[in-house]
């Protein structure tokens, strides 16, 4: 139809219009990265802030967003994905190993990964928080998650006679509380201790749950 606009589909530079449009959207949420996550944060960056320090326009913005909101989502999004990835490969490289030995890998590639840059824990644990309702689902959905992940290895390790068989939701869901809690107040400098330490003392308190007093492991 004549006068109507239809997005480019050829190669430019080599490039296609879909490889040009992800390197624009990563240069956007890398850029979010750093103001959302650092200085000035969500709630103070304004699209106009966003496009400059993205080396883009407002107009290229509003081609790949609606608002700084879907910007925000998409990050926090991606800031899980990293340390679900994380998470995971260290689960398979652990794969038959005593729930001890395995938790401490699992938590240590987990806190290795958010605390890695500090932008990523503002992201993850304050700037998500209390934006919509929208968001705040987002938010729970992706703590389900990990509840999920919790309980999955605590429904295996029961199988393998290493810990209590029982309903480990709430317990798993008051667990992810306290992992998150521990790992930002230390990131914040209000924990007095090492990243290690702070990795024994997760791994000592989800044993305790697993492992209630007066429950011993059985042989498999």
């Not at 490289?93 to 605390?115: C, H, K, M, P, Q």
């Not at 932008?119 to 999920?148: C, H, K, M, N, Y």
């Not at 914040?188 to 007093?213: C, H, K, N, S």
Request: aromatic share 8%; charged share 25%; proline share 4%.
């Amino acid at each position: 139809m004549a006068g109507r606009l239809r997005a480019p589909t050829g190669r430019y530079g080599g490039r296609s219009a879909e490889e040009r449009q992800a390197e624009r959207r990563r240069r956007f949420l890398d850029a979010a990265l750093q103001l959302f996550g650092d200085s000035p944060g969500y709630r103070s960056t304004t699209v106009a802030a966003l496009s400059e320090a993205a080396g883009l326009s407002t107009r290229q913005f509003y081609e790949e967003f609606r608002t700084l909101e879907d910007v925000l989502a998409d990050l926090h999004l991606k800031v899980n994905d990293w340390a679900e990835e994380a998470v995971l490969a260290a689960a398979a490289d652990t794969e038959g190993l005593a729930i001890e030995d395995r938790a401490t890998a699992i938590f240590r590639s987990y806190a290795g990964n958010v605390t890695a840059d500090p932008r990523r824990i503002r992201i993850t644990f304050v700037e998500i928080v209390g934006v919509s309702p929208r968001l705040e689902e987002q938010r729970l959905a992706r703590r389900a998650r990990w509840v999920d992940f919790i309980c999955a290895e605590a429904q295996a390790a029961a199988e393998r006679g290493e810990a209590a068989p029982r309903d480990y939701r709430v317990a798993a869901t008051a667990f992810i509380g306290s992992v998150n809690g521990l790992i930002h107040d230390w990131s914040a400098g209000w924990v007095p201790a090492t990243l290690d330490e702070v990795v024994d003392e997760l791994v000592r308190q989800l044993l305790g749950i697993l492992r209630p007093g007066g429950w011993s492991p059985t042989a498999p």
